[in-house]
Nanobody
């Protein structure tokens, strides 16, 4: 089965860049017809889509976060990454990576999520 695992620092200082890596096993991030997504959930809030990278490397970002977000990938390591710059405490959330088939609703595989706290 496909497994996803988030990794990165759990504490980031305000104004710095939040960087997370999603390591995928059991499937290739270059397999046709899938997007690889970053989703977050602030404390007490609902899920928020941050951005995605497709199997071909095309990127898509939430309009509210686009100016601060960059998603990239390393196909040799079967990983994709999230960088969110100029973070504030409002960026504190559990961050998830997930897989979604293009043209369908919802995700079929999720990572467990990792809590990132923005605080000095």
């Amino acid at each position: 089965q496909v497994q996803l695992q988030e990794s990165g620092p759990g504490l980031v200082k305000p104004s710095q860049t939040l960087s997370l890596t999603c390591t995928v096993s059991g499937g290739s991030i270059t397999t046709n017809d899938y997007n690889w997504r970053w989703i977050r959930q602030p404390p007490g809030k609902g899920l928020e889509w941050v951005g995605s990278i497709s199997y071909s490397g095309n990127t898509y970002y939430s309009p509210s976060l686009k100016s601060r977000t960059s998603i990239s990938r390393d196909t040799s390591k079967n990983q994709f990454t999230l960088q969110l710059s100029s973070v504030t405490p409002e960026d504190t959330a559990v961050y998830y990576c997930a897989r979604r088939r293009i043209g369908t609703y919802g995700m079929d595989y999720w990572g467990k999520g990792t809590l990132v706290t923005v605080s000095s």
